[in-house]
């Protein structure tokens, strides 16, 4: 079983920056499917982006395309996601999730992983 512990959340004005750490134990990340996703209050929870297990293949959602990079550490075992450019309504708990050998653009969906974090929350002041 592979735990996730997500880090780095916190509150930031509009415009700032803040980056996301994801430390998977139990499996190297580079047996993993990475994804972040997130979910703000009353709403449903979103894909955000997702890096394939060989690192290859990356998704964003168009709603953080440009702003937001997901990269990963092999070393650390610990996958990130660099938030530029925030918004107000990038505010919302933001979750790891993982999945062996994950790939292609199922990494889009939660449905397709099988550990998540805690998750971590970040607010964005306007």
């Known amino acids: 079983q592979v735990q996730l512990v997500e880090s780095g959340g916190g509150l930031v004005q509009a415009g700032g920056s803040l980056r996301l750490s994801c430390a998977a134990s139990g499996r190297t990340v580079t047996s993993l499917g990475m994804g972040w996703f997130r979910q703000a209050p009353a709403k449903e929870r979103e894909f955000v982006a997702a890096i394939s297990w060989s690192g290859s293949r990356i998704y964003y959602a168009d709603s953080v395309k440009g702003r937001f990079t997901i990269s990963r550490d092999n070393a650390k075992n610990t996958v990130y996601l660099q938030m530029n450019s925030l918004k107000s309504e990038d505010t919302a708990v933001y979750y790891c999730?993982?999945?062996?050998?994950?790939?292609?653009?199922?990494?889009?969906?939660?449905?397709?992983?099988?550990?998540w974090g805690q998750g971590t929350q970040v607010t964005v002041a306007s």
């Open positions: 999730a993982s999945r062996f050998r994950g790939d292609g653009e199922s990494l889009r969906g939660n449905y397709y992983y099988t550990d």
